[in-house]
């Protein structure tokens, strides 16, 4: 059973940003995708800054506000938990400074966010959009440093699958989000709005399987809760050293067999062989080595 854990941070955070992705959408699809004052002429798909500048904009704040509390929340649990040796733990400086070189852009990002909802592109445009850069340019910067540092940790701990999956969870992101970051920033200084838009909703929702992709990353710490069970401890196996060490001792019997198949191959050889040795032929006469007869030199 998983239980109530950290890994509930990244849950909760990525339900609540989709969820406010979905209501501002739904609510412009549904209000017959009106054309607000704000939005220039010929561009007929809203932003979502645009939508969450109408009487939406409650939503907006507290949505983006929980989004990324929880989000950082994910970030320092998952911190706390490898000092702990909760889950894999920092083994280097390096290791170290990478996490919190990402919490330290996370939060950044979460300035940028939360302050976007509240300068509203309607009344502020141009400290909306110097805020939408922090957010996109903070996270992404904080999933380098994140990526950096799982690279590291999969250095030093190549049996664990799981470092191996988020890396490269969140190196596509990286990928997939910068180019669509880059693709957004030309659209918009282009003035093709409409194709900006689209952008703009996209890479919001691709966010979403990034905030996800922490429930990864904090699911094994609920195999860690005890002391003997920590990595690094003696007795104690997380469910993928369990799963990784069943593999070798698969192997390892395999090999087992595999050994006193021959051993017992060569063992009856052997014996053929001393057994033929047992006997010797004496004047065209084949003897028992037990019953031959003593030389006559004695």
Known sequence: MWGVSYWVFPVVSGLCWLGMLLGLLIHWAVDGKPHYPWMESGQNIAYISDVGATNLKPLFIAGSAVTTVFLDLSFLSERWLRHRGRLAKNLTRT?????????????????????????????????????????????IISAIFICWEYQRLGIHFRQHRILRASFWIKLSFIILEACLAI?????????ARNAAAVLEWTIAFIFTFYVFSFFIDLLPAVHTKHSNRKFG??????????????????????QARAHDAGYGRNTAETDRTLAS??????????????????????
């Open 183 to 191: 693709a957004f920033a030309v659209t918009n200084f282009r003035h």
């Open 277 to 298: 040795n047992n006997y010797r032929t004496v004047n065209g006469v084949k003897y028992d080595m037990q019953q031959l007869p003593a030389s006559s030199n004695f």
């Open 95 to 139: 290791e170290k400074v990478l996490s919190t070189l990402s919490i330290a852009f996370a939060i950044i990002g979460t300035c940028g966010l939360v302050l976007l909802s509240i300068f509203d592109t309607a009344h502020y445009p141009r400290v909306h959009d110097v805020m939408l850069l922090l957010f996109i340019a903070g996270y």
């Open 233 to 254: 401890s003696s007795s104690g196996e997380t469910e993928m050293q369990m799963e990784q060490n069943d593999d070798m001792a698969q192997a390892n019997q395999g």
